[in-house]
């Protein structure tokens, strides 16, 4: 019994591992393409600011207004929650890869670098502590 239990707790562990490896790659690409000057840079204006209930309690995350190149405009939910530093009215420069404008998020992303290294290491200590299981 306990054998089957030390191998189920180790499948999780590696499928968990797995699965936030691959949600990290996908984004990772996607920010390396933004940084690497493949994104477009355009001034958006905060025009509403949106309540989200989900989780343990209510977060509120700008709405900003971007108009692109050929005068198409867009309303995008900001990726990071917090209006304090995003008032109505204020402007912030955004940045979207072509193609994807709805998928537009203030530039200097350094909250998904730390987002980022934060995952990894969780990852990672996820991998010792399996190897540390297997090795026991």
């Given amino acids: 019994m306990g054998s089957l239990l030390f191998w189920g707790l180790t499948v999780t562990a590696a499928l968990f591992c797995a699965g936030m490896i691959a949600a990290l790659a996908k984004l990772f690409r996607r ?14 204006r905060v025009v509403d600011h949106v309540e989200d209930r989900s989780g343990d309690g209510t977060s509120k995350y700008p709405v900003y207004e971007f108009t692109t190149g050929n005068g198409r405009k867009y309303n995008v939910r900001g990726s990071v929650s917090g209006v304090r530093r995003a008032p109505l009215g204020s402007t912030r420069r955004l940045v979207y ?3 994807a404008e709805h ?5 200097g992303l350094g909250i998904r670098w730390f987002l980022y290294s934060t995952l990894i290491a969780a990852t990672v200590g996820s991998g010792w502590f399996v190897v540390s299981l297997l090795t026991a």
Wanted: no cysteine; net charge negative.
């Fill in 31 to 44: 920010d390396l393409r933004l940084w690497r000057g493949e994104g477009v840079s355009v001034e958006g």
């Fill in 103 to 107: 998928e537009a998020e203030p530039a």
């Fill in 97 to 99: 890869l072509p193609g």
